[in-house]
C-alpha cells in the first residue's frame, strides 16, 4: 500500500513537472570590477592593444581603458558628442568644429556651424536654427547637407540608412550618399507633426511617431521600392515632444519612449507591449530576441536604472543617487557613471 | 511721404493677409532681423532682446511642439534651446526659442492672447536673454517674416547705405561720382544696414526691401518677406528665389545683381527701405569710359 502510495506521489510529480513545468526567470549577476574617480585620476599611458571606452560625466569625458585607467580626458566646454574613435568638444557658438581622437589629439576642424550629432557610427552637424543637417566623414568633409521647411525633429542613422523628419510632419529615409528613398508628408492627423522616428539597421523596417488626432504609432514595411504603413496604434494624442525611438540591434524589436509609457512592438508578430514610464531615457541597450532591454532613465527625482526582459517583464530597478549619471554597455560589460565615479560591471546572465 | 504712405498701406494690407498677431513681448528691442546673414545662413525669423520677461503666443492656439533643452544626451542638439512650437489658424505656425528652462507651459495645450507660455532666456547658441520668434506658414511652406503680421514698430531710422562698389576681375572698387571705370559687366553690390530697434547699442540688422535703378531703370528687387526651400535650397521667395550664397558678400554686403555698363553718363540708385516705412537712398552719378 505504502509502495502504491510512493508511485502515485511520483507520478503526479513527473505529470506536474511535464506538463506544468516553466522556465526559471534569467538570473543576471553584476560583479564589479574597478572603480574610477574622475576627480583624483591623471591621464596614463595604456597599452595600445587595450580596450577604451568613451566616457562624458559630471563635466567631463574622454577615454578610460579596460582596466580603468584614464587615457584621455578634458573639461566639457558647453557640450560634447563622442564615439570610440574621436569626439568634438564645443563652445556654445563655433564657426568651426574641432575633432580630437582618443588621446586627444588634433584629427581635423568642421567648417561648419551648428552642433554635432553622433547616431550609428556616422556623424552629422545640425544646423543652429535645426532646419537643417549634413553628414561629415572622418576627415572633417561634408558628405552632403539636407534643409528643410521647419525645424528637425530627429535624426538618427542605423545600417546605410538615415532617418529624419519634421516639426511639419516630414518623413525621410536617406542612403549612405545623402540620396533620398522615401520622402512623404503624413497627413492622416488633424495636426502634421513627426515627434520620432527611426530606420532598422536592415533598412527593411520604419518605426514613428506621428501627428495630433490622432496620434500613431506606425511600423513601415520597406518593399517595392518605398515604405508602406504595415501596422499603426493609437496613442492618446498628449505627447508633445520629440520622442526617442529605436529598433533592437537584431532588427526584431521596436522601442518607443512616449510621454508617460513605454512601448516595444515584436515586428514579426506586430504584437504591441506597454509600460508605465516617466522621464527621459539617457541610454538604452536592446540587443533583441536574445537579449535583454536595459535603460538608465531619468525624471524628476533623479536616475534610475531598469533592467528588462523584451516583453518589458521588469527583472530589475533601481533608483540612483546621483547628480549625474552615464550608462555605457559593452557586450558583458557595464560601465555606469555616478557622479565623478566610473564603476565598471562584469555583466553575466543564467 | 506719399511712398511711406503707399508703403504702409501696403504692409497694412500683407498684415491683414495673414493675420493681425500680438507682440509677443513687452519689451520690444529687435536684435536680427529676417534674412540676416546669421552664421553662414538666413535667418529665418527675428531675435528680440531686453531684459528677462514673460512670452505670449502672438495668437491663441494649440501646442504642437516642445523641447527643453538638454533632457537627453540622445536628443538633438539644438541651437534654438529650449523651444515651443504653436499652431494658430489658417495653418500659421508660430515658434518661440532661447526660452528659460523650465518656464515653457507644456500642460495647457490650448493657449489663450493671455496665457505666460514661457520666460525670454539664454537657451541655445545665444548667450543673451533673447526670444527668437519664427512663423511658418505650413500651406505654402514657407517662413514668413513676423514683422508682417505684428503691430508696425516706431522707428524713425533709416536705413544707412554705406557702400557702393563693383566687382571687376575680383577687385573691388567703392564708387563715387570720382570713380573712372571703364565699360564692361560688372557685380554691383551694397553695403547696406539697417539699425537695430529700441537698443542702446549699436546693432545693425539686414533691410526689409532693397531696390535698384540705373538710369531710372527698376533693375533689381529685394524683400525679405519670406523664405521658402525649393529643390533643397533656401531661397528669398519674393526675389526671384535668390539663395544666400548669391545675395552675401559679406555681413552686411548684399549681391544686387550683374549688368552692363556702357560707354556714357550713369546714375545708380539704391532705395532701401526698413520695416517702418523709412528709405534710406543713395544716388551715384558715374561717367563710363571706353
Known sequence: MKIF?????????????????????????????????????????????????????????????????IVYSEDLLYGAVIDDKGFINYSRQNKVLVVKGIKGQFQNTIDQPGYPFFSGNRRFVIS??????????????????KTYGSSLSSVSARGSRVFTSTTDGF?????????????EQIKSSRINVVYGGSVSGDGGYMVTITGIDPQLISIWKYSENNYHIENSWSLSSELRRHCLTGFSIDNSYA???????????????????????????????????????QILGRNKDGYYLIIMEKDLNKLFYTSLKANDSSLNIYTNKLLLGIDHKIIAYNMEVM | MINRFLFLILMGL?????????????????????????FGSFLKGINLGGSPQDVKALDSGELVFYSHQAESPLDLPSGLGTYVIYQHNNGIRSLYGHLQDNSILTDKLIV???????????????????????????????YINPLLSLPLLNDQLKPRIKNVYILSHGEKIILNPKTNIKSGVFGLCADIRDSGVNTDFYNPLAPFSISLYLNGENLANINFESLKVVEGNMLLQESDGISFEELYKNDWEYFLGEFEFNPGDVMIEISVKDFSGNEGVKLIPLKITD
Open chain 1, 5 to 69: 502510495k510512493t508511485i502515485i506521489i511520483i507520478l503526479v510529480f513527473f505529470t506536474y513537472v511535464i506538463n506544468f513545468g516553466r522556465p526559471l526567470n534569467k538570473e543576471i549577476t553584476y560583479s564589479p570590477v574597478w572603480v574610477n574617480n574622475l576627480d583624483t585620476s591623471e591621464n596614463e599611458k595604456s597599452d595600445p592593444d587595450s580596450v577604451i571606452y568613451p566616457f562624458h560625466l559630471d563635466g567631463t569625458l574622454g577615454y578610460i581603458s579596460d582596466i580603468g585607467k
Open chain 1, 128 to 145: 543652429y536654427d535645426n532646419n537643417s543637417v549634413s553628414e561629415i566623414n572622418l576627415n572633417g568633409d561634408i558628405l552632403w547637407e
Open chain 1, 171 to 183: 518623413i525621410q529615409i536617406l542612403d549612405k550618399s545623402g540620396e533620398s528613398l522615401f520622402f
Open chain 1, 255 to 293: 522601442y518607443i519612449e512616449a510621454e508617460q509609457e513605454f512601448f516595444i512592438i515584436d515586428i514579426k508578430r506586430m504584437r504591441l507591449y506597454s509600460m508605465p514610464f516617466s522621464g527621459r531615457i539617457q541610454y538604452i541597450n536592446f540587443q533583441g530576441e536574445s537579449g535583454l532591454v
Open chain 2, 14 to 38: 500683407s498684415v491683414f493677409s495673414i493675420n493681425a498677431f500680438q507682440w509677443p513681448v513687452s519689451e520690444i528691442s529687435v536684435l536680427a532681423s529676417f534674412g540676416q546673414n546669421e
Open chain 2, 112 to 142: 489663450s492672447l493671455e496665457d505666460v507660455i514661457g520666460k525670454t532666456g539664454n537657451t541655445g547658441m545665444d548667450p543673451g536673454s533673447m526670444l527668437y520668434l519664427q512663423l511658418i506658414d505650413t500651406g505654402f511652406k514657407k
